[in-house]
């Protein structure tokens, strides 16, 4: 497993946030686009024999079917992410007396549902751990598990740690919990050093039974 310095994670997050700062807009996505295609399909009619008053007529209801379709499909967007969003919170409204827990506390709530969950020889590790505060086996592997009982989004720190501290415990993978969200960089490193992230919604399917 390759270790990142933190030198490198500077670099990488700072061109990251250049690539969008600097990110051109696509030709299609702007005004200028539509204008054009618009002038263009009237010049086409007219050199078809279409009159002027019939080619303003029929672009009035192009563009008038086209903004009606636009106001619909915009709603219906809109309405999807709000429901998903209220079915997400609806399905973690149970870990409301998780997110009062203390860290402690937190850590040995995860113990206690992995065991559920079939690990073995669960064990929490030393109060000052080196990224890793669970150790479990499952299925013949080892797995080396952080918790972040956190009110924020956890970043790519996280994710670090338990991957630096998989070799001094002798883990063959890792994992983070949280009762919250990760943040892209945290996803993108855990996904490049396939850590396996649990995030809230995760978590309460886990809690419940759901999800194996």
């Known amino acids: 497993?390759?270790?990142?310095?933190?030198?490198?994670?500077?670099?990488?997050?700072?061109?990251?946030?250049?690539?969008?700062?600097?990110?051109?807009?696509?030709?299609?996505s702007t005004p200028e686009f539509y204008l054009v295609l618009i002038l263009v399909f009237g010049?086409?009619?007219?050199?078809l024999g279409v009159s002027t008053e019939q080619i303003v007529q029929l672009l009035f209801i192009v563009i008038?079917?086209?903004?009606?379709?636009?106001?619909?499909?915009r709603s219906f967007v809109n309405d999807w992410f709000d429901f998903h969003s209220m079915f997400r919170a609806w399905k973690t409204r149970?870990?409301?007396?998780?997110?009062?827990?203390?860290?402690?506390?937190?850590?040995?709530?995860?113990?206690?549902?992995?065991?559920?969950?079939?690990?073995?020889?669960?064990q929490i590790t030393e109060y000052y751990d080196y990224g890793v505060d669970i150790i479990a086996r499952k299925n013949g592997m080892i797995w080396g598990i952080q918790t972040k009982r956190y009110s924020n989004p956890v970043k790519a720190d996280a994710v670090r740690?338990?991957?630096?501290?998989?070799?001094?415990?002798?883990?063959?993978?890792?994992?983070?919990?949280?009762?919250?969200?990760?943040?892209?960089?945290?996803?993108?490193?855990?996904?490049?050093?396939?850590?396996?992230?649990?995030d809230r919604y995760m978590l309460a399917k886990k809690?419940?039974?759901?999800?194996?």
């Open 1 to 28: 497993m390759a270790h990142y310095s933190r030198r490198y994670y500077k670099r990488y997050n700072y061109r990251r946030h250049s690539m969008k700062t600097h990110r051109k807009r696509s030709p299609k």
């Open 161 to 198: 740690q338990v991957y630096s501290a998989l070799k001094h415990y002798k883990c063959d993978r890792g994992m983070v919990i949280t009762n919250n969200t990760f943040t892209n960089p945290a996803k993108k490193l855990a996904e490049e050093n396939h850590i396996i992230l649990i």
């Open 207 to 212: 809690i419940t039974g759901g999800d194996k």
């Open 94 to 122: 149970n870990l409301k007396d998780v997110d009062e827990m203390s860290g402690i506390q937190f850590e040995r709530y995860i113990a206690q549902m992995l065991r559920r969950h079939n690990f073995t020889d669960v």
């Open 43 to 47: 010049v086409g009619l007219h050199y």
């Open 64 to 73: 008038s079917v086209a903004f009606f379709f636009y106001l619909l499909i």
